[in-house]
Structure formats: C-alpha cells, structure tokens
C-alpha cells in the first residue's frame, strides 16, 4: 500500500531544474527552481540536484523520509525506461546517467519512478488539467528541446521503450536544418528556443550578441519586432503540421502545449492554428483542440508525482 503524504516530484529539462511537493489530490507547492548547469560534469550536475531537493524539503520542514510518499521524476529525454538512465539531448553532461538508481539511493525506502519530462507534461495535463475527463490526448513541451507524450483510451502510451509521444522528431521539412538527434528537419530543430533565437540571429537579429535566448526574441516580437514575428510564425508552422500528422495518427481530442516558448501566446498560437487547419484533411481530426497547458510551468511535476499518485493510469504494474 502507498504511504500516505505528498510526492517529491522532479522536473529536469535543458534550462532548469524544477522541484517541489505535490499532494494527494495534485495540489502543487514549495516549489524551489536552479538554472541548468552548462559547463558541469555530471556528478556536479547531480550535486546541484540534490541540493535543490535538499532545500526543498528543508523549506517544507519535511525531515527524512517519513514526511513523504515517493519520488516522481520527468527528465529529458531519451532514457532507458524504466530502467532510468538518462542521455538528455540539451544535457551533454549526462550520457546513460544511472539518474533513477541515484535517486533511489537517495531515498532508499522510498518508491522513485522516472519517465520522459514531456511524458509528465501529458500527464500532468491528463490528470489535472486541460485533458482532464479527456481520453486521448497529446502534451507537449516546447523549450529547449520539443517533446511529447500521448493518452490514449485513458492510460498513458509509454512503447517500447518508454520514448512514445516523442513529436520532437517528426520530420516537418525533410530539407530543413540539422537536428541535435542526427536527424534533419526535425520539429525541434525549427520548433525549439535556441533553434529560433539562432535563425533569427543568422538574419541580423542581434547577431553579435551571443547570449540572447528565444525570451529575448518573444519579447521583441510582442513589441513588434518583424524578425521576431517571422521566427515564432516560423515555429508555428512546424508544430501545426506535426499536430496535424499526430493528430491523423492517434484521433486526438485535446493537445495541451507548454514550456518556455508556449508563453508567447497567439504570436505561436495564431500561425500553428492556421498550419494545423491547412494540414487536417479528414473530418475525424476537425475537433482536435489546442491549448496552453492549464497547469502552466507545473504541469510536470504535478505529472511526475501522478507517476504515483495515479499509478492505475499512469505506470505500468512491476515496472
């Protein structure tokens, strides 16, 4: 039987580690965030992930282990799963990091469960909110890497190896730029921040400004920027067409999007509703919804912790 209690959940992605304390009924709180390290080795990246739990629980007066029921982690991906060691794309420090196993030794009476960040934006969004009483249904990030995670018929998808959803890697221009994964044309190659901030860099934009973040770029656009317009309607388009695609493939309902760059509203919104409606031809997908994650910058922790909060939908029995 589960421990009674609130779940530590767990949130790393290629720009922030995220932590804090998710109770029974999905509440979110003590919510504590440190900024990705770039020039770390991999156990110094471990050591800022344990001093940012630490101080969450610390900040939650929770001490030991008997304040809480388990351990939910999302993580870029892919990963070996459910296994745990991870190889994130935007995390060059961690290849075949054995990230579950080093969490259970942290909490050794606790169960800890890990699966894809996307997949835990999914989930998030399936159990609390924007899918919620929805069967089928897409998540999806969109930050410094884009990825997806899919419920079908009411349970999450994880596949063959745990990595099903992943519409980061749809090809949407088979011509298109190099991807991080080896492929090319990829989703996220056009889709993700740093792709963005790049290809408009390369067209004058602040090009001799080497720090400048896709946020940089969203806020000109908002003021008007064309370079910026053009790059977020560039991205729109991508995401409208690999929506359509999935959408064709899996009869979705709903598809909630979230992440850093989901924060520049219609200025992405507008150009992947237009592209989703120019690519949906069959009148099966015509209904499909897309929407802001209602759970915003929480929905993967709150999906992490449901990894065992609602283990009947979302984790398979044994794994």
């Known amino acids: 039987m589960r421990r009674a209690g609130p779940v530590l ?9 995220a932590a804090g304390l998710v109770e029974p009924g999905g509440r979110l709180a003590n919510v504590a965030t440190a900024q990705t390290p770039r020039e770390l080795d991999a156990e110094q990246l471990w050591r800022t992930l344990d001093a940012l ?3 969450v629980l610390e900040e939650a007066r929770v001490h030991g282990e008997a304040g809480i029921a388990g351990v939910g982690c999302g993580c870029g991906g892919p990963m070996t799963w459910p296994e745990g060691k991870v190889s994130p794309l935007n995390i060059a420090a961690w290849r075949a990091f054995p990230l579950r196993e080093r969490l259970q ?3 050794p009476d606790l169960p800890v469960r890990i699966h894809n960040d996307a997949i835990c934006v999914a989930v998030g969004e399936h159990w609390r909110g924007a899918g919620r009483g929805r069967s089928d249904m897409l998540g999806m990030v969109v930050s410094t890497g884009v990825g997806g995670g899919l419920v079908l018929d009411g349970r999450l998808v994880n596949g063959a190896t745990g990595n099903a959803g992943h ?3 749809v090809v949407v221009d088979p011509d298109g730029p190099p991807c991080v994964c080896g492929g090319r044309g990829c989703l996220e190659a056009i889709a993700r921040g740093p792709a963005l901030a790049a290809w408009a860099q390369a067209r004058g934009w602040r090009a001799d400004q080497p720090e400048v973040t896709a946020k940089d770029l969203a806020d000109e656009a ?11 309607r560039r991205a729109g388009n991508a995401l409208g067409i690999a929506i359509a ?3 064709h493939m899996c009869d979705l309902q709903v ?8 924060q520049a509203g219609a200025l992405l919104f507008d150009p992947l509703e237009e592209a ?12 499909v919804q897309v929407v802001p994650t209602a759970l915003g910058q929480g929905a993967g922790l709150v999906g992490a912790a449901a990894l065992l909060l609602a283990e009947d939908r979302y984790w398979p029995q044994g794994a």
């Open 105 to 107: 030794r942290r909490f």
């Open 167 to 169: 519409i980061g890697h």
């Open 276 to 287: 989703l409606r120019t690519h949906i031809g069959l009148d099966f997908a015509a209904d």
């Open 53 to 55: 739990l630490s101080r």
């Open 245 to 247: 695609s999935v959408t």
């Open 9 to 17: 959940a767990i949130d790393i992605g290629g720009t922030k580690f």
């Open 255 to 262: 598809v909630a999007v979230g992440g850093g760059l989901a």
């Open 222 to 232: 908002a003021q008007g920027h064309p370079l910026g317009i053009a790059a977020l």
